[in-house]
C-alpha cells in the first residue's frame, strides 16, 4: 500500500501515513443497477437474514418450549438467556463471515443506515439492501412457522415487545444503546486506519462484531427481547402478527436508527475527526 507524507503535529515533522480511506460512496449511484455484483450483494443480504432469523427465532422458541412447566419442561433447563445470546452473536460471526467479501455483511437495516450516513454506501444500495434485509427476515421467521407452527403460535413466535415492567422509554433507551453499542464495534472492527496500525495483530472483524451481539442481548432481553435490529423485529412482527408486538414495533426501528446515527456521526467526526479534518483543510485554501 503506498504512504502518504503528512505533517505532523511539530512544525516540520512528517511521518508517513500507511493507510488509505475509500473515497465517499456517491448519494445516488445508478451504475450499481447495471452490475451484477449489486444483485449478487442482495441475494447474499437476503439470504444471510433468512439463514439468522430461522436459527435464532429457533432458538428462541426451543428454549420457551424446554422450560414451559405446563409441557412437562424443566424451569432449569434449556439454553438459558445466555445460549439465546450465543445463538445470536454466534450467527452474526458466521455470517458476517462468509458474505463480507459479497455484500460487506450488514444483515442489519441499522447498521446499513450507519453505513450510509459515513458515506460507506449509497442511497440506492442502502434502500435495496434494507428491503433485503427484510424479506429475508421474513421468509426466515416464515420457515420456523411452517416447521413448527403449533410451537411457534404457543410460544410467541421470537417476536420482540417491551417486557412487563417497564416503560416504553425505557425500552427505546436500551434499543438506542444497544444499537450503538453494535454500529460502533463495526466502524471501529472495519476501520482501515485500526487494520494499516495494527497490521501484525490478526483481527478478524466478525469475531468482536459477534461478540457485541453477544453482550448486548445478554443486557437487554430481559427488556426488549432485544431488537437492534429492525429487519428481525419485523419479520417477526409480520408472521406472528399479534397486537402487542405491533403495539410496541415503532421502538424497534426509532431506536436502532438513532443509536446507528450516534455511532456513525461519533465515529466519523469525533474519533476520526472528520469535521476537524475538513476545517482544516478549508482553513489552508482560504
Known amino acids: 500500500m503506498a504512504k502518504d507524507v503528512v505533517e505532523g503535529p511539530e512544525h516540520g515533522e512528517f511521518h508517513a501515513k500507511d493507510y488509505t480511506d475509500p473515497p465517499p460512496a456517491p448519494l445516488i449511484d445508478a451504475v450499481e443497477l447495471t452490475k451484477w455484483s449489486f444483485y449478487r450483494a442482495l441475494i447474499a443480504e437476503f439470504i444471510a437474514t433468512l439463514l439468522f432469523l430461522y436459527i435464532t427465532v429457533l432458538t428462541v422458541i426451543g428454549y420457551s418450549r424446554q422450560t414451559d412447566l405446563l409441557a412437562?419442561?424443566?424451569?432449569?433447563?434449556?439454553?438459558?438467556?445466555?445460549?439465546?445470546?450465543?445463538?445470536?452473536?454466534?450467527?452474526?460471526?458466521?455470517?458476517?463471515?462468509?458474505?463480507?467479501?459479497?455484500?460487506?455483511?450488514?444483515?442489519?437495516?441499522?447498521?446499513?443506515?450507519?453505513?450510509?450516513?459515513?458515506?460507506?454506501?449509497?442511497?440506492i444500495r442502502a434502500v435495496m439492501y434494507m428491503i433485503a434485509q427484510c424479506l429475508g427476515a421474513i421468509c426466515g421467521v416464515g420457515l420456523v412457522k411452517a416447521f413448527h407452527k403449533s410451537y411457534y403460535n404457543r410460544y410467541g413466535g421470537g417476536a420482540n415487545s417491551l417486557n412487563a415492567g417497564y416503560n416504553k422509554g425505557v425500552g427505546l433507551g436500551a434499543e438506542i444503546i444497544g444499537t450503538f453499542v453494535l454500529v460502533y464495534t463495526v466502524f471501529s472492527a472495519t476501520d482501515p486506519k485500526r487494520s494499516a496500525r495494527d497490521s501484525h495483530v490478526p483481527v478478524l472483524a466478525p469475531l468482536p462484531i459477534g461478540f457485541a451481539v453477544f453482550m448486548v442481548h445478554l443486557a437487554t432481553i430481559p427488556i426488549t427481547g432485544t431488537g437492534i435490529n429492525p429487519a428481525r423485529s419485523f419479520g417477526a412482527a409480520v408472521i406472528y402478527n399479534r397486537k402487542k408486538p405491533w403495539d410496541d414495533h415503532w421502538m424497534f426501528w426509532v431506536g436502532p436508527f438513532i443509536g446507528a446515527a450516534i455511532a456513525a456521526l461519533y465515529h466519523q467526526y469525533i474519533l476520526r475527526a472528520s469535521a476537524y479534518k475538513a476545517l482544516s483543510s478549508f482553513r489552508s485554501t482560504a
Open 72 to 123: 412437562n419442561g424443566d424451569q432449569c433447563g434449556g439454553v438459558g438467556i445466555l445460549g439465546i445470546a450465543w445463538a445470536f452473536g454466534g450467527m452474526i460471526f458466521i455470517l458476517v463471515y462468509c458474505t463480507a467479501g459479497i455484500s460487506g455483511g450488514h444483515i442489519n437495516p441499522a447498521v446499513t443506515f450507519g453505513l450510509f450516513l459515513a458515506r460507506k454506501v449509497s442511497l
